[in-house]
């Protein structure tokens, strides 16, 4: 490490009173840019120091995010304009240790150089004011993508250096209705094309038909695991439970809001919420499940007698 970028990374250290594993120099009328991880589910956080005066001029925490072998990137654009002080665009991503670099994919004749992932797979690229971030790819030691990283699912976020707006970027969507993809005529079939044996419950609703599993592709990882999803529906009525599960970890975890409520499915936590629409995600090592109840009373506790019914790998 050269004595300047040792220094800096010293000045931001100080500024921001936590370790900074990974940054970007000043240069070019810009400030230093840190990068570092905090919180469960962890989250990149990045900051604007000045080189000169130690100065914090802004910080932004991005969406929650983890990687994974089927899922090697997550990442956010953040545009930083504050009036007068300082003008940035820059794209932050984390990466599994299957990746060492990452590579932007923009709308634009000239894209970015792939740019080197840091200590805790943390990677900085600036970009250019107002180019579309079509994909993000990380990229192993040879160059080669190990995965992608669509455009649905990289955070966008626009900050004045306090408020801070934007959109979320795609999430797991684990309790969802039905979206692009193919049903199968049997659950060997669905199995076969996912890559996975779905788990069915051992209990199920009486009165209640199971229909044909469909395979959906993760919108966010177009080459990462797809989810197989099963309903059944009354045969009298439009009451349905929903199924969906799918390879874990999620790239965005399930986290407890005011309309939740953590709740026990077989040792693993669980997030529920809804009366008139159930809505249950949970994540095991090995599978992530979402359950959806409509039109049923006190959907919540038929959405958790199916869960606590479904048996281990």
Same mark, same amino acid.
């Given at each position: 490490m050269s004595?300047?970028?040792?220094?800096?990374?010293?000045?931001?250290e100080g500024a921001l009173g936590h370790p900074v594993p990974h940054l970007l120099p000043a240069g070019d009328d810009l400030p230093i840019l840190a990068?570092?991880?905090?919180?469960?589910?962890?989250?990149?956080?990045?900051?604007?120091?000045?080189?000169? #005066?130690?100065e914090v001029v802004a910080r932004v925490a991005c969406p929650p995010g983890?990687?994974?072998? %089927?899922?090697?990137v997550v990442a956010a654009s953040i545009e930083m304009a504050i009036s007068g002080a300082l003008e940035d665009r820059v794209l932050v991503a984390r990466v599994t240790p299957e990746?060492?670099?990452?590579?932007?994919?923009?709308?634009?004749?000239?894209?970015?150089?792939?740019?080197?992932?840091?200590?805790?797979?943390?990677?900085l690229v600036r970009l250019a004011p107002g180019v579309i971030v079509m994909a993000v790819d990380a990229l192993d030691a040879r160059g080669e993508p190990v995965g992608r990283l669509a455009r649905a699912g990289v955070a966008e976020l626009r900050s004045d250096g306090g408020a801070v707006s934007g959109r979320l970027g795609a999430t797991h969507g684990m309790s969802a %209705?039905? %979206?692009?993809?193919?049903?199968?005529?049997?659950?060997?079939?669905?199995?076969?094309?996912?890559?996975?044996a779905p788990l069915l419950p051992v209990w199920e609703p009486s009165g209640f038909v199971l229909g $044909?599993?469909?395979?959906?592709?993760?919108?966010?990882?177009?080459s990462g695991?797809?989810? &197989?999803?099963?309903?059944? #529906?009354?045969?009298?009525?439009?009451?349905?439970?929903?199924? $969906?599960? #799918?390879?874990?970890?999620?790239?965005?975890?399930?986290a407890a809001t005011q309309w939740t409520r953590e709740v026990d499915i077989a040792g693993h936590v669980g997030h529920i919420s809804g009366r008139r629409l159930g809505i249950l995600v949970?994540?095991?090592?090995?599978?992530?499940?979402? &359950?959806?109840? $409509?039109? &049923?009373?006190r959907p919540e506790d038929m959405a958790l007698r199916v869960a606590r019914s479904i048996p281990p790998a």
């Open positions: 004595d300047s970028l040792s220094q800096e990374r010293s000045t931001a990068a570092s991880i905090a919180g469960d589910p962890p989250r990149a956080r990045v900051a604007w120091v000045d080189p000169t #005066t130690g983890r990687p994974s072998r %089927g899922r090697p990746a060492e670099a990452v590579r932007v994919i923009v709308a634009s004749d000239v894209e970015p150089d792939p740019q080197p992932a840091g200590p805790e797979g943390l990677a %209705g039905f %979206g692009a993809g193919a049903w199968k005529e049997t659950l060997a079939e669905a199995a076969f094309e996912a890559g996975f $044909r599993p469909r395979v959906e592709p993760d919108v966010a990882y177009p695991p797809p989810s &197989i999803v099963m309903a059944w #529906t009354h045969a009298k009525g439009s009451e349905r439970v929903l199924l $969906r599960q #799918t390879l874990a970890p999620l790239a965005s975890p399930a949970w994540e095991r090592p090995d599978m992530a499940f979402g &359950i959806q109840v $409509r039109g &049923i009373s």
